[in-house]
């Protein structure tokens, strides 16, 4: 089936600084979506993304099909933003399930 | 608000019990899902269901049983054939699996004592 692979796993911010995070996937995708798991165990669904660009506030994600990745930006991060970021695809042929990457934790220090 | 709906929160089980987990949506989506999220760990898939009265078994289906009768309400049994339950899990839905999104609830996180 299709992997997922996240990085970093583990990221350490101090607020307002800036970053990327990353999603590869081994194959074509019909699906890619954002996740923030909050520290309460709440998945926050923050982007549907299977390609092009889009942003929401301070956060950003793009996802480039053909190259099978996506990235998504965090600006000026606040310690509200601390939790684990997941990607999780839908594969092309028939596939009906999604599948999860192990995430990013991220930690954003006042 | 429309939104899913899980209960309890937290639920201990003592060993050799079955457990039914509770996940009702309001969303009026065709698909529902159940995921088991282990410490540290990505999001696995129990079962899955895309139409009421049918379920398909997802990676990790051993040890649980589902039921879909109605369309809002997608309950999953941990069954004592389940070795290691403890677990934090997750219901979704969504309106199709392809074109749409998927929304999550809150969890309910199990614990065998």
């Known amino acids: 089936g299709i992997q997922v692979e996240q990085s970093p796993p583990d990221l350490i911010l101090q607020e307002g600084a800036n970053s990327t995070l990353r999603c590869n996937f081994s194959d074509s995708v019909n699906n890619l979506q954002w996740f923030h798991q909050n520290p309460w165990g709440q998945l926050i669904n923050l982007f549907y993304i299977p390609s092009g660009t889009k942003q929401n506030g301070r956060l950003s994600a793009t996802t480039v099909a053909t190259e099978r990745y996506s990235l998504l930006y965090i600006s000026s991060s606040q310690t509200t933003d601390s939790g684990v970021y997941f990607c999780a695809v839908l594969g092309q042929g028939g596939s009906e399930k999604l599948v999860f990457g192990k995430g990013t934790k991220l930690t954003v220090n006042p | 608000d429309g939104g899913i709906t899980q209960s309890p929160k937290y639920l201990f089980r003592k060993e050799g019990q079955n457990v039914t987990l509770s996940c009702e949506q309001n969303?009026?989506?065709?698909?529902m899902y159940w995921y088991r999220q282990d410490p540290g760990q990505g999001l696995r898939l129990i079962y899955y269901?895309?139409?009421?009265?049918?379920?398909q078994k997802g990676d990790i289906a051993e040890g649980y049983s589902v039921s879909r009768e109605k369309k809002e309400s997608f309950p999953l049994t941990v069954t004592s054939a389940q070795k290691n339950p403890t677990a934090f899990y997750l219901c979704?839905?969504?309106?199709?699996?392809?074109?749409?999104?998927?929304?999550f609830g809150s969890g309910t996180r199990l614990t065998v004592v």
């Open positions: 269901s895309q139409i009421v009265n049918d379920f």
């Open positions: 979704a839905s969504s309106a199709q699996t392809v074109l749409y999104g998927y929304t």
């Open positions: 969303l009026n989506h065709d698909a």
